[in-house]
């Protein structure tokens, strides 16, 4: 080699070698988080929306890792949180700590040895059961297997139009609506029809899958026996509570009431175009989130909210009120399962009011209420009317047993309800036809998801 050659060799070496010494330096010292004593947490979330995902992306993340400065949070917000979780778990090669999880969904997840059992952590942690609204904890457990930690918790109230019932002879600020009996009253008060006999209003809108959910847990029934796996849906109760169901549509049509009804985005009615929201019906069962959609397309109504009517407004019934909602877990292989616990525990048991009232989610903690009811006042300010019925939606928490039914069909459970839900309104069958064919056909799809 000529000696200019070396000699521009060793000078490029003196040059390069602090930078590549450097450069190794910084790889030692940053390393891998766990090298260096952080851990990354990654999660899998259902995509709410920007709004929401700000929060949990942005100030709940700087809340947790301000508490514990060694773990840091990476959410993913997939467009189906189910497949990815799915895939993850098919992959053989975990590498998310913390799943994301709704009741129906959770018993195929089950199946797949897909969840890491939380009793133990349960026990160590002096977390117990019934420290969570008794709904809601039902929903994360098979048998007596805790998979999941309960979450947000959907507390259904009815919201009311208060101008529409005063219109009808009601006193808005004590209505009296407990009973069935009440609710054919409060339909026959507050109907009306066109020149044309065309229903233009209506008090209460039955058809809906949840309200039939709802009656049939109201009237004694059950959906789902997890014992046996077997689906209940032709439960002689249930088919008395769609029985009274079809009467009520009867009295008003069931082209006319799906007229009403319309097309609206979601149940929870997060569209302008919905029946209550356009004055077309006085009641909207939904969550206290409602309180965003009226405030923003109809923020001149006087709105209240009332307790879901039981069987016969007996007190002792409202044991039969519906609570959902959803939960979390941690996958089978998550590598930092620990750290995955004490982030659990700490989001939806420690600090689950300020969770729950930064993301416009209920806490399942019972003992947690009386501070979310604090946080929300603080929040909104004492006169807001959201504020103010926040109690009840509480109320509902603290004596509700009953969930939306869990089963291996998970959506195909849902959609099949509604078919036979609008097949008995619509007399193409009766109520027992209807749910003897629903019952039918979930329970072969069941079968089917647990091979048997």
């Not at 709410?48 to 400065?69: C, I, Q, R, S, V």
């Not at 689906?231 to 109760?237: E, H």
């Amino acid at each position: 080699m000529k000696p200019w050659k070396l000699l521009l060799i060793l000078i490029l070496m003196v040059i390069l070698i602090p930078f590549l010494l450097l450069a190794s330096g910084d790889r030692k010292k940053g390393g891998t988080a766990e090298e260096e004593g952080v851990v990354t947490l990654r999660i899998v979330w259902e995509n709410w929306g920007a709004d929401f995902t700000k929060y949990l992306d942005g100030e709940w993340t700087e809340k947790y890792e301000a508490d514990h400065p060694n773990v840091k949070l990476e959410w993913l917000f997939p467009a189906s949180w189910q497949e990815k979780e799915i895939a993850e778990l098919a992959g053989g090669d975990m590498t998310f700590d913390v799943f994301y999880m709704r009741p129906s969904f959770l018993p195929s997840l089950v199946e797949q040895n897909g969840l890491i059992p939380l009793n133990d952590y349960f026990e160590k942690s002096g977390v117990k059961t019934s420290d969570f609204v008794d709904a809601t904890i039902r929903t994360c457990m098979v048998g007596d297997t805790i998979y999941t930690i309960p979450g947000g918790a959907d507390f259904i109230g009815w919201f009311v139009n208060r101008d529409m019932l005063k219109a009808a002879g009601y006193d808005p600020e004590n209505p009296g609506i407990n009973s069935i009996k009440d609710v054919e009253e409060v339909n026959r008060r507050l109907a009306k029809w066109d020149e044309n006999g065309k229903l233009v209003q209506i008090g209460y809108q039955p058809i809906d899958v949840f309200q039939l959910v709802n009656w049939g847990y109201m009237f004694g029934g059950e959906w789902y026996d997890e014992e046996t796996q077997k689906v209940t849906g032709n439960d002689p109760a249930n088919v008395e509570a769609l029985e009274w169901l079809v009467e009520l549509v009867d009295e008003y049509g069931f082209e006319d009431l799906l007229e009403i009804r319309g097309e609206y985005a979601e149940w929870s009615g997060s569209s302008p175009d919905h029946p209550f929201i356009l004055g077309m019906a006085a009641f909207h069962p939904n969550g206290w989130w409602n309180y965003e959609i009226i405030t923003s397309y109809a923020p001149d109504m006087d709105y209240g909210v009332i307790n879901f009517p039981t069987l016969t407004g007996d007190p002792s019934e409202k044991a039969n009120w519906v609570v959902m909602g959803w939960s979390v877990g941690i996958p089978k292989g998550a590598p930092h399962p620990d750290e995955a616990w004490e982030f659990l525990k700490y989001s939806w048991y420690d600090y689950t009011a300020e969770f729950g009232a930064l993301t416009i989610n209920s806490p399942s903690v019972k003992a947690s209420f009386p501070r979310f009811e604090e946080l929300i006042e603080e929040q909104f300010g004492a006169d807001n009317k959201i504020s103010q019925v926040m109690p009840m939606f509480d109320e509902i928490g603290l004596h509700a047993t009953k969930t939306y039914p869990q089963t291996p069909a998970g959506e195909f459970f849902d959609a099949e309800l509604v078919r036979a839900m609008e097949a008995a309104m619509s007399h193409q069958l009766t109520a027992q036809e209807a749910l003897d064919t629903f019952t039918e056909r979930v329970q072969v799809q069941i079968d089917r998801a647990l091979g048997k």
